[in-house]
């Protein structure tokens, strides 16, 4: 048993604990992996809070004895002390009625001893736990000791004379010091260090390019209440939809909404950078995979570098769930389809919510004058809720699966339940200017990003007379 633990310590030295996250085609591994890694993580970041020089030794043994409990049944570390001395020092006189319960401990080192010896695994299982880590990391305020961690065993790698007896000797055994795996575990912990202590460069400028904008100003326009960015909406009825519409557009009812707020603008690339620099979960990354296609922040060059001179431009190559957890995340929440199309219109029934004299290229950026790119939020003149962009720049995120219409009246509609697309509003400036009417209808799988697809948030009225809740 003593030679197995040291072999996983010097696998899981830089994988960081990831052994429950294994991704395997076995039932018993998928099924430890969700019940023990959670536990796992607090347990590794608490050893390195209190300092502990061999944190990850520390939290295997708890690892270890938690998994032989539950799938072994034992009671006490010493119950396997036959099968390890079977496994690690050739011992054969295993009485016969141990035979089974042996075989089952080889069968869950095995699984542990194939699965992060293998770099694709890996990878995999780091990607998907690592904003898990570094969420308990602020929780348990555990920079500081996490980046001596760090620190150390990168000079380990670096240099073989740096490590600890015994710890070079584990890296040996599972690694050879092969070159290629060795620079993607120091690649790893540089990154980690990165997220947990971004450098002063991306991040000093957050301050200075706060720009004076419509976007959040606080006070009153033309009677429309407006608070740090925020628009008020009233409730009421309006009629949603469009007869004379495409199929998805039909059919026009009256839908009642309790009142509600909306962002004035679309949210840009300062807005969640300052978000980012504060949550390390949904940076470029680290949002987990499973969230996004594989070209989220696409268009940023790091983790906290957005597209340069677009500070104030719509974020873009965000996912459904990225707009989400953002909103989510800052007490707001993404709108109803309900609630985009009644602030859209504000109070107008026109296809482009605008008077008969007034021309589109002046409210919006889409096709016809947009020069093949977005543009700078607020640019183009606001609509009677005094918001901007509702139209055109780029498409926006909602909170409704895509699906047709309900018949008849509806109250504070939210969509239906479950289904397959998430709903997209507004056009981009990609779009004809068919795109753009107000009852157009657009949708996506909610994992997708792309250049032209962004979005605002929306939070309630409070009852209490206070601005949001959530």
């Given at each position: 048993?003593?030679r197995w633990i040291k072999?996983?310590?010097?696998?899981?030295?830089?994988?960081?604990?990831?052994?429950?996250?294994?991704?395997?085609?076995?039932?018993?591994?998928?099924?430890?992996?969700?019940?023990?890694?959670?536990?796992?993580?607090?347990?590794?970041?608490?050893?390195?809070?209190?300092?502990?020089?061999?944190?990850?030794?520390?939290?295997?043994?708890?690892?270890?004895?938690?998994?032989?409990?539950?799938?072994?049944?034992?009671?006490?570390?010493?119950?396997?002390?036959?099968?390890?001395?079977?496994?690690?020092?050739?011992?054969?006189?295993?009485?016969?009625?141990?035979?089974?319960?042996?075989?089952?401990?080889?069968?869950?080192?095995?699984?542990?001893?194939?699965?992060?010896?293998?770099?694709?695994?890996?990878?995999?299982?780091?990607?998907?736990?690592?904003?898990?880590?570094?969420?308990?990391?602020?929780?348990?305020?555990?920079?500081?000791?996490?980046?001596?961690?760090?620190?150390?065993?990168?000079?380990?790698?670096?240099?073989?004379?740096?490590?600890?007896?015994?710890?070079?000797?584990?890296?040996?055994?599972?690694?050879?010091?092969?070159?290629?795996?060795?620079?993607?575990?120091?690649?790893?912990?540089?990154?980690?260090?990165?997220?947990?202590?971004?450098?002063?460069?991306?991040?000093?400028?957050?301050?200075?390019?706060?720009?004076?904008?419509?976007?959040?100003?606080?006070?009153?326009?033309?009677?429309?209440?407006?608070?740090?960015?925020?628009?008020?909406?009233?409730?009421?009825?309006?009629?949603?939809?469009?007869?004379?519409?495409?199929?998805?557009?039909?059919?026009?009812?009256?839908?009642?909404?309790?009142?509600?707020?909306?962002?004035?603008?679309?949210?840009?690339?300062?807005?969640?950078?300052?978000?980012?620099?504060?949550?390390?979960?949904?940076?470029?990354?680290?949002?987990?995979?499973?969230?996004?296609?594989?070209?989220?922040?696409?268009?940023?060059?790091?983790?906290?570098?957005?597209?340069?001179?677009?500070?104030?431009?719509?974020?873009?190559?965000?996912?459904?769930?990225?707009?989400?957890?953002?909103c989510q995340s800052i007490?707001?929440?993404?709108?109803?389809?309900?609630?985009?199309?009644?602030?859209?219109?504000?109070?107008?029934?026109?296809?482009?919510?605008?008077?008969?004299?007034?021309?589109?290229?002046?409210?919006?950026?889409?096709?016809?004058?947009?020069?093949?790119?977005?543009?700078?939020?607020?640019?183009?003149?606001?609509?009677?809720?005094?918001?901007?962009?509702?139209?055109?720049?780029?498409?926006?995120?909602?909170?409704?699966?895509?699906?047709?219409?309900?018949?008849?009246?509806?109250?504070?509609?939210?969509?239906?339940?479950?289904g397959k697309y998430r709903?997209?509003?507004?056009?981009?400036?990609?779009?004809?200017?068919?795109?753009?009417?107000?009852?157009?209808?657009?949708?996506?799988?909610?994992?997708?990003?792309?250049?032209?697809?962004?979005?605002?948030?929306?939070?309630?009225?409070?009852?209490?007379?206070?601005?949001?809740?959530?």
């Amino acid at each position: 048993m003593k030679r197995w633990i040291k072999w996983y310590y010097g696998s899981c030295l830089l994988g960081l604990l990831l052994w429950p996250q294994i991704v395997m085609g076995n039932e018993l591994f998928h099924k430890m992996a969700e019940e023990f890694a959670e536990q796992s993580v607090k347990d590794f970041v608490g050893f390195v809070a209190q300092g502990e020089r061999y944190p990850l030794l520390h939290m295997i043994t708890q690892l270890r004895f938690k998994i032989f409990v539950a799938y072994l049944s034992i009671k006490k570390p010493r119950d396997t002390k036959l099968c390890s001395n079977r496994r690690n020092k050739k011992v054969e006189n295993v009485p016969a009625d141990q035979q089974d319960f042996c075989q089952r401990y080889d069968e869950i080192i095995d699984m542990a001893r194939n699965g992060v010896a293998n770099r694709d695994v890996f990878e995999k299982m780091y990607f998907k736990l690592e904003p898990l880590l570094l969420r308990e990391i602020e929780i348990q305020d555990a920079r500081e000791p996490m980046k001596k961690w760090i620190e150390q065993k990168i000079k380990c790698f670096e240099e073989k004379a740096k490590c600890g007896k015994d710890e070079r000797g584990m890296i040996e055994r599972v690694t050879d010091w092969e070159p290629n795996l060795i620079r993607l575990y120091k690649h790893v912990l540089e990154n980690l260090g990165k997220k947990l202590f971004p450098e002063e460069t991306d991040i000093a400028f957050l301050d200075e390019n706060v720009l004076d904008s419509p976007c959040s100003t606080s006070g009153k326009i033309g009677g429309i209440l407006i608070d740090n960015g925020m628009v008020f909406i009233p409730g009421g009825a309006f009629i949603m939809g469009n007869d004379k519409g495409r199929p998805d557009e039909k059919k026009a009812r009256a839908v009642s909404l309790d009142p509600f707020w909306i962002d004035r603008c679309e949210v840009t690339n300062i807005d969640y950078l300052r978000y980012v620099a504060k949550d390390p979960h949904l940076r470029k990354s680290t949002f987990p995979r499973q969230f996004h296609d594989g070209d989220y922040l696409r268009n940023w060059g790091s983790d906290l570098k957005p597209p340069v001179n677009r500070d104030n431009y719509p974020v873009t190559y965000v996912s459904w769930f990225a707009a989400r957890y953002y909103c989510q995340s800052i007490g707001k929440r993404l709108p109803s389809e309900a609630e985009w199309e009644k602030a859209v219109r504000a109070g107008t029934f026109t296809d482009y919510a605008l008077d008969a004299s007034a021309e589109l290229t002046a409210y919006a950026w889409y096709n016809a004058n947009a020069e093949s790119s977005a543009h700078l939020v607020a640019a183009r003149l606001p609509n009677k809720f005094q918001l901007h962009d509702m139209q055109g720049n780029v498409w926006e995120w909602i909170y409704d699966w895509y699906a047709s219409y309900p018949k008849g009246r509806s109250e504070n509609p939210q969509g239906p339940t479950r289904g397959k697309y998430r709903v997209l509003r507004g056009g981009s400036w990609r779009s004809p200017a068919s795109h753009l009417r107000v009852s157009m209808r657009g949708d996506d799988s909610p994992i997708n990003t792309s250049v032209d697809v962004g979005f605002r948030c929306a939070a309630y009225t409070h009852p209490e007379g206070g601005r949001l809740r959530n």
